[in-house]
């Protein structure tokens, strides 16, 4: 692609406003991929940047009644060409335009690689979520809600939980927007109650959905399930379930961390008790029977497996020589940096990508989306059975590439997800 083409760079070499290190690596993957398979530069030039970016600010009221503080909101829509888009929301303390638009490109390619409907998505709010009382996340959320109405719709933008959101802030969510538009809208988000028409199965579904990859991660590389060493980063949603499906499965969960630190035992945690521990005390911190680790510590644990299920660019080239993980089954999204992933490669590191590992939680957020259309709800036993087989294809498709095309992982799984958009684009024509 020519110089004058790539109108994402400003003449200092930034990308301008979505200028953030994970916009950077999200672009670079991209760039490299679409380079390999030699993409037509209108669609490479195209894709770089989002179709849509929304950036609000508005206030909230502090419990405190006079005290108001102001947020910054984002929603972006990578895409749109598909479907409507889809994309969770985070609350986070260092949220920005950029890593939301890096999330929503990442969204594109996961949603095309197991074959959804839908363009990618992600919104965001710049607050910190333990700072906030429970009264003061609603009040948040339902004016964030109201900041990005005419965007999002069941035909337009589906929203999902993500870091620091729950089904309960999807449930306001929902609530606001039904609100104003005069009746319930459940299908407007996912993740919700299933009182409200949320999924059952979906709390669970992206830790178990990465799990049920394990056996043929663990076999690719010749490693025994049972007994097999696995390390945990982040103890939320995505980690907590993840540790349980795989303890479960027969491996050793020996490490595990949150915000605060991580606790480690040799002999294996009682994931259970963890989550017990978690649900009474809210963090790690004081579980009984473990040693205290800090959070970096964990990365250089002695195990066979390692599952990043907390926040992004946290392998580097600095920590990746250190692990010694034979499998990286990515949860979260964006945790290795390039350099990371030349260095895993040369250490014959099995990385299975994010946007494979943990298309989980979007796979069934596609369900409850077309259970809530349909006011027809599936069984359990429907659910996890689906959730499994579509995972499981898309394992060995994108195995598939890799063997066939001599490339990582990662780069398969973008090939077949880059290929399904730009074929989308291409029978769609340009209007006018
Ligand atoms: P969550 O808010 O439920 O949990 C996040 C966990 O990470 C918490 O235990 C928190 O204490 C911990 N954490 C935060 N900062 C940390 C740090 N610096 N070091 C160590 N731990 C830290 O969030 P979640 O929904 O589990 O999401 C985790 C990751 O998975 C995110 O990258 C998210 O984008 C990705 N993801 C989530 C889903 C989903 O369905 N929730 C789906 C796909 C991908």
């Known amino acids: 692609m020519t110089e004058g083409r790539l109108m994402t760079l400003a003449s200092d070499g930034s990308l301008m406003e979505m200028e953030s290190d994970l916009f950077r690596e999200a672009v670079g993957q991209f760039d490299r991929v679409a380079e390999l398979i030699d993409l037509d530069p209108n669609l490479h030039a195209r894709l770089r940047t989002p179709q849509r970016a929304l950036v609000v600010t508005f206030p909230f009221r502090r419990d405190t009644y006079h005290e108001v503080d102001t947020a910054f909101g984002y929603r972006v829509q990578h895409v749109t060409t598909m479907g409507p888009s889809k994309g969770g929301i985070r609350f986070a303390a260092n949220v920005n335009l950029g890593e939301v638009a890096a999330l929503a490109m990442l969204m594109t390619w996961k949603c095309a690689l197991v074959g959804l409907p839908f363009g990618g998505a992600k919104g965001g709010v710049r607050v910190d979520p333990l ?105 939320g949603n995505v980690g907590s379930f993840a540790a349980l499906a795989a303890s479960q499965m027969g491996t050793n969960v020996v490490a595990l961390s949150d915000v605060k630190g991580g606790i480690y ?142 490339v990582d992982m990662r780069t398969a799984a973008l090939i077949k997800g880059i290929r399904r958009v730009t074929a989308a684009k291409l029978a769609r024509g340009i209007y006018p």
């Open 265 to 406: 035992n040799g002999n294996g945690l009682d994931i259970e008790a963890v989550i017990k521990w978690v649900g009474d005390n809210q963090f790690l911190e004081g579980f009984p029977g473990a040693e205290v680790i800090a959070n970096e510590e964990l990365f250089a644990v002695d195990c066979d497996i390692l599952i990043p299920a907390a926040v992004g660019g946290v392998l580097t080239k600095e920590n990746a020589d250190d692990i010694k993980a034979k499998v990286i089954l990515e949860g979260a999204n964006g945790p290795t940096t390039g350099e990371a992933d030349k260095i895993f490669a040369g250490n014959n590191v099995f990385v299975v990508p994010d946007i494979l590992a943990n298309a989980g939680g979007v796979t069934v957020s596609y369900f409850e989306w077309v259970q809530d259309l349909q006011n027809y709800f599936w069984s359990e036993s429907e659910i996890v059975g689906r959730l499994r087989e579509i995972m499981s294809r898309a394992f060995s498709e994108v195995l598939d590439i890799s063997v066939s095309e001599n």
């Open 131 to 235: 700072a906030l009382s429970r009264a003061e996340k609603q009040r948040l959320t339902r004016r964030y809600t109201m900041e990005i109405i005419n965007f999002i719709g069941p035909d337009k933008d589906i929203p999902a939980p993500d870091m620091g959101t729950d089904e309960q802030v999807m449930a306001w969510i929902m609530d606001t927007y039904s609100t104003h538009v005069g009746h319930a809208e459940p299908a407007v988000v996912t993740g919700k109650p299933p009182a409200l028409g949320g999924s059952i199965a979906r709390r669970e579904a992206t830790g178990r959905g990465l799990v049920s990859l394990l056996p043929s991660s663990a076999g690719h590389v010749g490693l025994d399930v049972e007994g097999a060493r696995v390390a945990v980063n982040g103890f």
